[in-house]
């Protein structure tokens, strides 16, 4: 039998009492350290059992306390953390779409001397998002400059999140790719979500790797246990329009190198506009605010075509921005039953004031109707 472990020297005398007091109370603390440390345990493998358990599609190659996937991470039932594959963040597509972005931001917000390092770990806070929404939009956002508790984090969010909506056009009751948990936990799916919806509508110019998909691993806090799924998220799809300026045109060109020529060109169409919108009493002095609600749109339409828009099937006085893209889109319905082809400007771009996706469009209809009387 083992002899027992020496102790440390002590003074002899009657300190006894004490000794076996403070030994009582190192027992105590080393239990609960016992204790708590069997209960990280057993969350931790909780949490690997849920995501490597048999039957599961693909099984995460990291260990389960990177992702920190105990019962503490969960605030309540039901919710939800995704995790990307590790696979999916080392395929060279999702590669170059997260350097496009970055590049694309820190080229955006040059000015400010913001400089993008990690998606998602520098745009979590909402912080650059601001900055970025107010560089494309040309607005100012009514948001504290600088939030440093979470919950002052969460509300700036929810705040520019809120008016990338109303830019994008997307209705508050919709289900969105991102949230403001979502993009406050640093999930990057949603936050590249974010960024190539902005990317798109405002016109980017950069090449976005198209299909680019991801497969993302969700995990679930369900009646005290962790269970998961494996769903594929499409980040970018194949693109038939110039969201993204892939192939410059004509109107590239005068905007970057011949302002003064963009100027005789504006003049032209405004006089071509007006030519026939007088016959109905109304007058245009600048493309982009008078054609961006789509109603000038749709009536010059019906007087080139020689047929009467019923006044039903457009707004005609449109309050909001979902009623001015519904416009644009019928407008652009009628010049598709006319011959023309489809135009490759969105109706978003028309509505959000793009100078350069108006003339696009106005000048295929001057192409077509110039020697008209």
Known sequence: MAAPRPKSPKTPGPTR???????????????????????????????????????????????????ELGSDCFSGENEERAIIETKSMENPKFKELVTVLIEWINDELAAQRIIVKYIDEDLYDGQI?????????????????????????KQKLRIVLGAANKV??????????????????KNIVSILHLLVALARLFRAPVRLPENVAVS???????????????????ITSTY?????????DAFDTLFDHAPDK????????????????NKINLEVAELETQFHDG???????????????????????PQDFDQKVH????????????????????????????LKSTLRVLYNLFTKYKSMS
């Open 17 to 67: 009492k004490d000794e076996k007091e403070e030994s009582f109370w190192e027992k105590i603390g080393t239990l609960g350290r016992k204790k708590r440390i069997k209960e990280v345990q057993e969350v931790q493998e909780e949490g690997k059992h849920a995501i490597d358990s048999p039957g599961s599609p693909t099984a995460i190659d990291h260990p389960p306390e990177e992702y």
């Open 129 to 153: 998002l601001q900055k970025l929404l107010e560089k494309l939009t040309g607005e100012k956002l009514d948001v504290p400059e600088v939030t440093q508790s979470e919950e002052g984090q």
């Open 168 to 185: 994008l056009g997307l209705p508050r009751w919709s289900a969105q790719k991102w949230s403001v948990e979502s993009v406050h936990s």
């Open 240 to 248: 038939d329009d110039l969201g993204m300026r892939c192939e410059k």
């Open 295 to 317: 109603v000038y749109l749709t009536l010059l339409m019906g007087l080139l075509e020689g047929f009467f828009v019923p006044l039903y099937d457009f707004y005609l006085t």
């Open 262 to 277: 963009l100027d005789v060109v504006k003049r032209s169409l405004i006089t071509f506009v007006n030519k026939h919108l």
């Open 327 to 354: 416009n644009v889109n019928f407008a652009f319905e009628l010049m598709q039953d006319t011959g023309l082809a489809k135009p490759k400007a969105r109706p978003e771009d028309i509505v959000n004031l793009d």
């Open 216 to 234: 993302v691993i969700i995990v679930q806090k369900r009646d005290g246990t962790l269970t998961h799924r494996t769903v594929t998220e499409e």
